[in-house]
């Protein structure tokens, strides 16, 4: 398929080549707020580096963006610290579950990557100390990039996590017995659960990510990461961003892509445009069914992948 210089045609083409997908899966219950959402969901939205996105389905739905969050504090933390932060978290695939607590004592506390649970709270621990408000610098960061001024936590989304959040705690006090994680646990806590509950739609997502799409630049023109950061970040996601699934996210949509527990996945055509889809029906590695589907035909479409 040729492609066209909207984003519209293919987007309207994937979502009736995918009807069957929505409502297979289950949406996450193990955080119970989470487990109410419909299956059956679907959305999907394009942005253009220049801000312009297209959509299709639920679009313009807000969902909980979870471990999609993961990015964003990521870059954050890399254009305040640069490669410091690669002495507190690794970056290679752990083949485990996101959740998984089995490597990390054999690896003296160290997080495999920073997409992972226990990276993630070491990079949200640096992000904290850097800005002394983790959640409140990512809010600020994500509402200009996306351009919604509203975007916000859901305090009953991180509520409900922190009230079943037993394997994040185990993480983060294992990782504080070896000075990985400096700021008190249950403040880090905290942070993390409200970080991971941010309510955005797959428009708003696909437009905070254009910054991967622009290398590095951001929305206003300024420079948030330097053109081989942005690779970095890109790197990192093609290979720790789905979990254990890498691989096989890899093999069918073959893009930098960050997937959540709320059904959405991020992922982006470097220089080309970046994408957000979301429909809460999970595969058991904690992937969106529907969402992985949608990318897998938005690049067998359109030829842009990165390889
Ligand atoms: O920490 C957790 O378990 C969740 N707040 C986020 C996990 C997540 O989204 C993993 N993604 N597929």
Redesign the pocket.
């Known amino acids: 398929m040729a492609l066209s210089p909207s984003f519209q045609p293919v987007l309207e083409r994937i979502a009736a080549d995918i009807a069957a997908a929505p409502g297979r899966g289950r949406p996450a219950d ?2 119970p707020a989470l487990a109410e959402a419909d299956p059956r969901r679907f959305g999907m939205a394009v942005a253009e580096p220049d801000g312009t996105v297209y959509g299709v389905g639920d679009w313009q739905q807000p969902f909980s963006a ?2 999609i969050t993961k990015v964003f504090t990521l870059a954050l933390v890399l254009s305040l610290e640069g490669e410091a932060l690669w002495e507190h978290v690794g970056r290679e695939p752990s083949g485990n579950p ?2 998984s607590l089995v490597q990390l004592e054999y690896e003296h506390g160290i997080p495999r990557n920073p997409f992972i ?1 226990a990276g ?1 709270l070491v990079v949200t621990d640096r992000l904290h100390t850097l800005t002394g408000d983790a959640c409140g610098t990512l809010r600020e960061f994500m509402r200009a990039e996306s351009g919604c001024p509203g975007l916000a936590f859901d305090e009953r989304v991180a509520a409900s ?1 922190s009230a079943s ?1 037993d ?2 705690a185990a993480l983060a006090h294992f990782m504080a017995s070896y000075r990985h994680i400096t700021n008190p646990v249950p403040e880090l806590l905290s942070q ?2 409200r970080q ?1 509950a941010l309510e955005a739609s797959c428009a708003d997502l696909a437009r905070a990510a254009g910054f991967l799409a622009r290398h590095g630049i951001r929305a206003d023109g300024s420079a948030l990461l330097t053109r081989i950061e942005a690779k970095r970040v890109n790197a990192v996601m093609l290979t720790c961003g789905t ?1 254990d699934a890498a691989g096989d996210f890899a093999y069918r949509v073959g893009l930098p892509g960050k ?4 059904g959405g996945i991020i992922a982006v055509v470097p220089g080309r445009c970046s994408l957000c889809v979301w429909s809460p029906g999970l595969d058991e590695r ?2 969106s069914v529907a969402g992985v589907a949608a990318l897998d035909r938005f690049t067998t479409l359109t030829g842009l992948s990165v390889f």
């Open positions: 193990y955080i979870q471990s996101f959740n649970n993630a996590e959040g394997r994040n993390y659960f991971c979990y997937s959540g527990v709320g904690g992937n």
